[in-house]
């Protein structure tokens, strides 16, 4: 049976490739909805985009819902200058047409969770934390009925990559982070650690031109986009696609290596704010709380990229 999701985002082309693989894959993957964050991107643009994906997947079935517009106590910091002005910069698509649900996403969030049964629903989040801390402060009731949390976020041993000591989502809102890396719930992350493995490369990218269909055409506008920030900034051949391990995770865990481990969030120091402090070599007895994925098979997950995009 396909395992139920939610899939909370702030689109961002990598974020855009992650929802293509989940629509890609219903035998797998049944998206109960999709909740936009402000993250990347202000949240108009983030539920608008996510509209635009399901739109180039041709899955105008799939509720889409606006959540919070800023972090719990913080003022939102964006990421144009990886992203462009949209967030999806690279293809040019056109106004989604589907329309943005009425429910606030974190009452959404909260409905499902209680209204399935307990235990049978994943969350994945794909950017800062703030609707899933939401719906945990809101409803407590709810945070026992999460089948479990895959996300992305955090970065230790592959440091920062929006201040030297924290990784985006987590810097964005780092108490939101903090109370969900301590919720209790069964935690995976995909931190930098991992997915700066899963560069892009010119092979990588031609097998989505290959595909030549409108999908395959949208990956490449926005993967050669995108990974030019990184690949400048890096100096490697090839960008991280972060967001869509979450999802190959699910689809494929065999391909993915990573420890249980303690984690936890920085929120006091302004220098290391949003921190993930990992606890790699067990060197304290904090209780393990995260499955901290540090390794991929990299040709396996292009290979699945391209084989589950095929279908759309
Ligand atoms: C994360 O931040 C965003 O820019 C990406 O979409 C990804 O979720 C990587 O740090
Ligand atoms: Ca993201």
Redesign the pocket.
């Known amino acids: 049976m396909a395992k139920n999701i939610i899939i909370d985002t702030?689109p961002?082309q990598?974020?855009a490739v992650a929802l293509l693989l989940a629509l890609a894959s219903p035998q797998e993957l049944n998206v109960l909805g999709i909740t936009a964050v402000a993250g990347?991107v202000p949240l108009a643009l983030t539920q608008r985009n996510a509209r635009v994906v399901c739109e180039v997947a041709g899955k105008r079935d799939v509720p889409v819902f606006a959540g919070c517009d800023a972090p719990l106590n913080r003022r939102l910091v964006t990421?144009e200058h990886?992203?462009g002005k949209t967030g999806l910069d690279g293809a040019d698509l056109p106004d989604p047409t589907m329309p943005l649900q009425d429910q606030h996403a974190v009452d959404f969030i909260i409905e499902t969770l209680r209204r399935e049964p307990s235990g049978t629903v994943t969350l994945c989040p794909?950017?800062p934390l703030t609707n899933i801390a939401t719906a945990f402060q809101r409803a407590p009731d709810i945070v026992e009925r999460v089948q479990e949390i895959v996300l992305?976020g955090g970065a230790y041993f592959e440091v920062g990559?929006i201040t030297p000591a924290a990784?985006?989502?987590i810097y964005v809102d780092p108490e939101a982070a903090r109370e969900v890396f301590a919720s209790g719930v069964t935690l995976t992350m995909m931190p930098?650690d991992v997915t700066h493995k899963a560069l892009t490369s010119k092979a990588r990218i031609d097998a989505f031109r290959t595909l030549a269909t409108e999908v395959g055409d949208a990956c490449v506008g926005w993967l050669e986009f995108y990974e030019r920030f990184d690949e400048d900034k890096y100096g490697t051949d090839g960008g991280p696609l972060?967001?869509p391990n979450v999802i190959a995770y699910l689809l494929q865990p065999d391909i993915y290596e990573g420890r249980h481990i303690n984690v936890e969030v920085e929120t006091g120091s302004e220098l290391t704010m949003g921190m993930t402090v990992a606890d790699w070599w067990g060197v304290t007895d904090r209780e393990a709380n995260a499955l901290f994925i540090g390794d991929l098979n990299a040709e396996g997950f292009y290979a699945l990229l391209a084989e589950r995009l095929a279908r759309l």
Request: charged share 30%; aromatic share 6%; hydrophobic share 35%.
């Open positions: 702030d961002g990598d974020d990347n990421a990886v992203h794909l950017g992305m990559n990784e985006f989502n930098l972060h967001d």
